[in-house]
């Protein structure tokens, strides 16, 4: 992040996860929230980042300007010899996490194995690990599918605080038909990613199906609860904003109703690539 606002690189992906107090308001994308929908909250991740007055200024303030973000997708978990089938099958579990979605498991009595997504597949096999955390393209992409029997979809949240950014010198110094082009270009990786990362998933469940694992779909109300759950999360993202001068409560209400807009508008109309 230093390297792009200091234009040694005149824009890069950053993950803001590697910078809590610098990116807190991106951060918002990673909290535990009912936000499992890739295109879903893409689009309201960057509807926030684009146009929020607070967010732009904070930014600016350290010579950044915002052009697109990605997501890691949903966080769902495989296990080996064992299953979730709802919350009370968490307590006692060995299991590597991600994040605040990791954190939680840990309040509701996991025992977290600190690891790599990388190991997740040695963990797995050797029995450190009982369950893992992760996305359902990299499961199949790490072969995990080989060394796990069953696997929960949670339909909880996802890790999506990751994005380009760009100097803000050098973005100023272009044209405006430039940066238009710029922005245009960054606002349309959601519609793009979203198409590539939901068919990658699909085609994961498929793959993890024809190796014999369960695919388990948690209840609704178990859901609730590991959202539920996950507020003390919330309540420290929103104490860190505090700290930076950003209003936290009023850019998670924003967030929430861009999320809410977006779902709509998917249940309306579709995917964009689906029209």
């Known amino acids: 992040m230093s390297g792009v606002a200091d234009g040694v690189a005149d824009l890069g992906t950053v993950i803001s996860v590697y910078f809590p107090q610098e990116m807190v308001a991106y951060g918002i994308a990673d909290l535990p929230l009912q936000n499992d929908d890739a295109w879903v909250g893409m689009r309201a991740t960057d509807a926030l980042m684009r146009n929020n007055a607070q967010i ?12 697109g973000t990605f997501t890691t997708s949903a966080v769902h978990i495989g296990c080996k010899d064992t299953a979730i089938r709802s919350v009370a099958d968490i307590e006692g579990l060995k299991v590597r996490g991600v994040g605040a979605y990791g954190k939680t498991f840990n309040d509701m009595g996991a025992n977290m194995v600190p690891m790599s997504i990388y190991d997740a597949y040695q963990g797995l ?5 009982d369950c ?7 499961i199949a992409a790490l072969k995990q599918q080989e060394v796990i029997d069953s696997y929960t979809l949670l339909n909880w949240g996802q890790v999506g605080a990751l994005g ?9 110094s272009l044209s405006p ?5 710029l922005l245009q270009a960054g606002e349309g990786m959601a519609d793009e990613l979203g198409r590539l990362i939901t068919a990658d998933n699909e085609r994961a469940i498929e793959t993890m199906k024809s190796a014999g694992v369960e695919v388990i779909e948690l209840p609704d109300a178990d859901r ?13 993202w929103k104490a ?36």
Do not use: C, H
């Open 240 to 275: 860190l904003a505090a700290g930076v001068g950003l209003d936290g409560d009023a850019l998670l209400e924003e967030y929430q109703a861009l999320l809410a807009q977006y779902a709509a508008e998917r249940d309306a109309q579709g995917y964009p690539w689906e029209r």
């Open 132 to 138: 893992s955390q992760g996305y359902s393209y990299a």
């Open 125 to 129: 096999d050797s029995g450190l690990l």
């Open 56 to 67: 732009q200024q904070n930014l600016a303030d350290m010579n950044l300007v915002y052009i």
């Open 177 to 181: 038909e430039n940066q238009q082009a």
């Open 164 to 172: 380009i950014l760009m100097n803000k010198d050098m973005f100023d």
């Open 224 to 236: 609730d609860m590991l959202v539920e759950a996950g507020a003390t999360y919330v309540d420290e």
